[in-house]
Nanobody
């Protein structure tokens, strides 16, 4: 069974940094685009970032509000997805989820999600 296990969340002051990790197992990690999605208190799911596979040149894309502050990356040798978050703001407070994209022959970004982790909580507050 596919497993995605997030870690690295916590409480941080505004302007601080955190690095989230997502350990993937039971599937060929390098073959799938991967995403981070978040859910703020009382709100719906919000896509944050996606990274393609190596065949897609590890291209990345970001939610506008996190662009230039967050960096998504992956280590295929370690089957791990990362999200480096800098200059954190209170509005970044949320549960952050790692999600596996469904493979698509037509798009390196994949289409939809088929597996999710349980999430890691990030709180940005002074």
């Amino acid at each position: 069974e596919v497993q995605l296990v997030e870690s690295g969340g916590g409480l941080v002051q505004p302007g601080g940094s955190l690095t989230l990790s997502c350990a993937a197992s039971e599937f060929t990690f390098e073959s799938y685009a991967m995403s981070w999605v978040r859910q703020a208190p009382g709100k719906g799911l919000e896509w944050v970032s996606t990274i393609t596979t190596a065949s897609g040149s590890h291209r990345t894309k970001y939610l506008d509000s996190v662009k230039d502050r967050f960096t998504i990356s992956r280590d295929n040798a370690k089957n791990t997805l990362y999200l480096q978050m800098n200059s954190l703001k209170p509005e970044d407070t949320a549960w952050y989820y790692c999600a596996k994209r469904v493979w698509s022959r037509n798009s390196a970004w994949g289409t939809g999600y088929d597996y999710w982790g349980r999430g890691t909580q990030v709180a940005v507050s002074s």
